[in-house]
T-cell receptor
Framework: ETGVTQSPTHLIKTRGQQVTLRCSSQ?????VSWYQQALGQGPQFIFQ???????GRGNFPPRFSGLQFPNYSSELNVNALELDDSALYLC?????????????FGSGTQLSVL | KQEVTQIPAALSVPEGENLVLNCSFT??????LQWFRQDPGKGLTSLLL?????REQTSGRLNASLDKSSGRSTLYIAASQPGDSATYLC????????????FGSGTQLTVLP
């Protein structure tokens, strides 16, 4: 167990809807990163949050947005869902933003868009 | 743009065999390379992290090497066990994109009893 928890574990939505995924980081970790993993592929970086501010973003459109709260938990929001958004969404927390910091991943939220 | 490739995509071996998983990357300007394990429907577990100045890292039966100049890394698993069955992913932390890891698509390993 990594101490990183994600909710919900599974979610089914229809195209055009909005979704919010939640992540509780490991105690003492102030940095959260979100990744999208399509079936059979490696995870792709969505964005990172550090002390409640976005600290880097991958190649995802603005309808993917996030928040980090004072307790360092985080949300990923996706608007206007598309079929291609179906994937496993992973969050990872780390002690800081240092490049050699170990990442601790949650078990993910499996999102299906119909 | 950094690209990470893992070969083979799938591998099946009998228990007890030693095996090697391969990872290659296109841009040698990296901070580190990491190997992860992923069980079906689960998150990733960090196995080994090799900083750019290092050549290898070892943890138990696992040994990972890094050759930055050729853009290659290998993960060696000694005396494989059925419990090693999982997908193994390598990822690089590129110098030009310090906030993100770039992952390969993984090698799905099955160790047969």
């Amino acid at each position: 167990e990594t101490g990183v928890t994600q909710s919900p574990t599974h979610l089914i939505k229809t195209r055009g809807q909005q979704v919010t995924l939640r992540c509780s980081s490991q105690s003492g970790h102030n940095t959260v990163s979100w990744y999208q993993q399509a079936l059979g592929q490696g995870p792709q970086f969505i964005f990172q949050y550090y002390r409640e501010e976005e600290n880097g973003r991958g190649n995802f459109p603005p309808r993917f947005s996030g928040l980090q709260f004072p307790n360092y938990s985080s949300e990923l929001n996706v608007n206007a869902l598309e079929l291609d958004d179906s994937a496993l969404y992973l969050c990872a927390s780390s002690l800081s933003t240092g490049v050699n910091e170990k990442l601790f991943f949650g078990s993910g939220t499996q999102l299906s868009v119909l | 743009k950094q690209e990470v490739t893992q070969i083979p995509a799938a591998l099946s071996v009998p228990e007890g065999e030693n095996l090697v998983l391969n990872c290659s990357f296109t841009d040698s300007a990296i901070y580190n390379l990491q190997w992860f394990r992923q069980d079906p429907g689960k998150g990733l577990t960090s196995l080994l992290l090799i900083q750019s100045s290092q050549r290898e890292q070892t943890s138990g039966r696992l040994n990972a090497s890094l050759d930055k100049s050729s853009g290659r890394s290998t993960l060696y698993i000694a005396a494989s066990q059925p419990g090693d069955s999982a997908t193994y992913l390598c990822a690089v932390h590129g110098a030009g994109s310090a906030r993100q890891l770039t992952f390969g698509s993984g090698t799905q390993l099955t160790v047969l009893p």
